[in-house]
T-cell receptor, first 112, second 112 residues
Framework: DAGITQSPRYKITETGRQVTLMCHQT?????MFWYRQDLGHGLRLIYY???????DKGEVPDGYVVSRSKTENFPLTLESATRSQTSVYFC???????????FGQGTRLTVV | RKEVEQDPGPFNVPEGATVAFNCTYS??????FFWYRQDCRKEPKLLMS???SGNEDGRFTAQLNRASQYISLLIRDSKLSDSATYLC?????????????FGSGTQLTVLP
């Protein structure tokens, strides 16, 4: 189906483990984003990408790594998970500079 | 100062009421503006774009005031189903992409 999908939807991992959250979009949108949302807080930008092989840090990049070898995929890796990274992670994509973004359904990550 | 500021609410209004939300942004170079709706930490969904001339979609009206750097959302004849968090979103020029920067959201509860 067309759209933007995230996997897994739910993940529990242990402190210190590496975990990768996947994001896939079928629109060939140039721009992709990763946000995290903590209880009682708004969306905070982790990383974004303007095109394949172009990524930039957002507001809260520490502890995260991204790659974008293909336009349609934008995985987010937590190199060594910490409890403070327990959150809901949203991936988003948009077609152009000034266009609206569309969001995946989110991944609820719990680090124990 | 936050780049996008919203009154967090909560706004509790009876069914049928008219309610208005305002949002201010700090970067005068911002190019595009949106209102999103988010239910119970699900993914944000586009409610409407905001144009300089103002725009209306059914019971919803959005306005942009570039001189004062604020946008507004008016909801008429509120329904129970309008209960949600409303996010003001601004496209800020930054690096290789225009980042979508989110306000912290305004919580609306429509009461029967």
């Amino acid at each position: 189906d067309a759209g933007i999908t995230q996997s897994p939807r739910y993940k529990i991992t242990e402190t210190g483990r590496q975990v990768t959250l996947m994001c896939h979009q079928t629109w060939s949108h140039s721009y992709m984003f990763w946000y995290r949302q903590d209880l009682g807080h708004g969306l905070r930008l982790i990383y974004y990408s303007a095109a394949a092989d172009i990524t930039d840090k957002g507001e809260v990049p520490d502890g995260y790594v991204v790659s974008r070898s293909k336009t349609e995929n934008f995985p987010l890796t937590l190199e060594s998970a910490t409890r403070s990274q327990t959150s809901v992670y949203f991936c988003a994509s948009k077609a152009g500079l000034n266009t609206e973004a569309f969001f995946g359904q989110g991944t609820r990550l719990t680090v124990v | 100062r936050k780049e996008v500021e919203q009154d967090p609410g909560p706004f509790n209004v009876p069914e049928g009421a008219t309610v208005a939300f305002n949002c201010t942004y700090s970067n005068s170079a911002s190019q595009s503006f949106f209102w999103y709706r988010q239910d119970c930490r699900k993914e944000p969904k586009l409610l409407m774009s905001v144009y300089s001339s103002g725009n209306e979609d059914g019971r919803f009206t959005a306005q942009l005031n570039r001189a004062s750097q604020y946008i507004s959302l008016l909801i008429r004849d509120s329904k129970l189903s309008d209960s949600a968090t409303y996010l003001c979103v601004v496209n800020l020029p930054s690096g290789s992409a225009r980042q979508l920067t989110f306000g912290s959201g305004t919580q609306l509860t429509v009461l029967p």
